[in-house]
């Protein structure tokens, strides 16, 4: 190679192509527009019957989250994460940590999909038993991963929009219900958003605290900053608009279906309730419809998260924070990390087995609220040391952040905080361990 092409080839980078809304279409796909709908039924079960007040509280936090991810992807442009903010602006040990408690959120995301999957399957076919699901999806996965097989942004798209038009059945639907109710009062439309009867503020909480799952993936779009016309200007906002548009579009989904499904009624798999509610609102053909949709989206969401958590633990085994051998290795033939997809598809089917569906939903939500949390502090630190007093206004939004997300981390069930810290420890040790092999953000190499 000569020097010129040498030169030429030092000079070449992604081309800045995405415009402002293409930033936002990324987003919401990476969120995906039906997000509340496999959780619908464990946050009404958490919150009493206030799903829509959970969804719209879990933004707020969301929101003010979003902005301190906005300002610190300014500063750091070419690596939109967590593990990078934490470890640059406070130290690079809860740099690490924060990255650890995320693989937890990578690993737990294929789990509850395959369970998610298995009680979706099994309205179909009720005579096939969960565990034989379980297996089936967990085999599917890793067999999937294991060749190569990735989703790709066209297909993405395509299931994107696919969900869309489930999302407008779902709402002629739901309207053609409300238009045949008799004599509806001004209460029965109130009654998703406050039931004075139900209503309980430590349920409300802790409810919230579930409900940040439908936010889940905001963050990615910091990863695209370097393709990004204006970045600067187009990034954060894309992010807070991202989380404005899927609270409203969570927000609606939900209000329809509480208005259709009696309070107090139980459902037939809480796992699975929205399914039933639009059975419900459209008969046994929608509800084929929204089962068959939301299967298909937690399987391409369930494979590709399963891919994201073997490549996370094969960038660890590279950098010498957990053994290179066996994570930082990588299959010959179809150049992947083979063994990282096996030992994440074990891990998957194993909890699969003994967690349910509601924990497994909170563990996520356990790393993810760590990372807000360290992502509104690093905003906070970064404000105070270049400009004090004249990032007032952004400092007082990361400073609610960060108070919103530690309120809802607090509020999670006992038993997810004490397995997600027992992780945390867990990844404590490893680290002491390797700390000579390992070098952190913020360290010299």
Not at 97 to 106: A, E, H, M, N, Q
Not at 142 to 155: D, F
Not at 294 to 307: D, F, I, T, V, Y
Request: glycine share 8%.
């Amino acid at each position: 190679m000569t020097a010129t092409s040498e030169s030429q080839s030092e000079t070449v980078g992604l081309r800045r192509t995405l415009r402002f809304r293409d930033l936002i279409l990324y987003g919401i796909i990476l969120i995906q527009p039906t997000a509340p709908m496999p959780v619908f039924g464990v946050l009404y079960t958490e919150s009493h019957g206030h799903v829509v007040a959970v969804i719209l509280l879990a933004m707020i936090a969301m929101l003010f989250t979003s902005v301190s991810y906005g300002r610190m992807a300014r500063v750091y442009p070419h690596g939109g994460s967590a593990f990078l903010y934490v470890g640059k602006e406070i130290h690079p040990s809860l740099g690490y940590i924060t990255g650890w408690c995320l693989v937890l959120d990578y690993v737990i995301n294929p789990l509850i999909c395959i369970i998610w999957c298995s009680r979706a399957a099994m309205n179909f076919a009720p005579e096939i038993p969960y565990i034989a699901w379980a297996i089936f999806f967990a085999l599917l996965f890793t067999v999937l991963n294991c060749n190569g097989v990735e989703t790709s942004a066209r297909i993405n798209a395509g299931m994107a929009a696919a969900l869309g038009v489930v999302i407008v059945l779902v709402l002629i639907a739901s309207v053609r219900w409300i238009l045949h109710m008799s004599h509806p009062t001004a209460a029965v439309f109130l009654d998703p958003l406050y039931n004075r009867a139900s209503f309980n503020s430590s349920a409300l909480l802790h409810g919230t605290s579930i409900a940040v799952l439908t936010y889940i993936g905001f963050d990615g779009i910091s990863t695209l900053t370097d393709e990004a016309k204006d970045p600067a200007r187009n990034v954060p906002r894309a992010i807070v608009l991202t989380c404005l548009i899927t609270g409203i579009l969570a927000s609606i989904e939900v209000y329809f279906a509480q208005l259709v499904w009696p309070r107090g009624a139980a459902f037939p798999d809480v796992t699975t309730a929205y399914v039933h509610v639009s059975g419900r609102m459209g008969g046994p053909i929608l509800l084929a419809i929204v089962n068959a949709a939301l299967l298909l989206a937690n399987m391409g969401s369930g494979m590709a998260s399963q891919l994201g958590a073997a490549r996370l633990l094969y960038a660890m085994g590279q950098d010498g924070a957990i053994p290179r051998r066996f994570f930082g290795a990588v299959s010959i033939k179809n150049r992947i990390p083979r063994n990282n997809v096996l030992l994440i598809g074990a891990v998957c089917l194993a909890g699969a087995l003994i967690l349910n569906f509601d924990l497994g939903a909170e563990l996520l939500n356990y790393g993810a609220l760590l990372a807000f949390i360290g992502v509104n502090l690093s905003s906070l630190l970064r404000g105070w040391r270049h400009g004090r007093w004249s990032q007032a206004i952004p400092m007082l939004m990361s400073l609610a952040g960060m108070i919103t997300c530690a309120i809802l981390w607090w509020n999670l069930s006992p038993k997810a905080k004490v397995v997600g810290t027992c992780w945390a420890v867990a990844g404590i040790l490893l680290w002491i361990a390797r700390r000579r092999y390992t070098v952190l953000p913020g360290e010299a190499a």
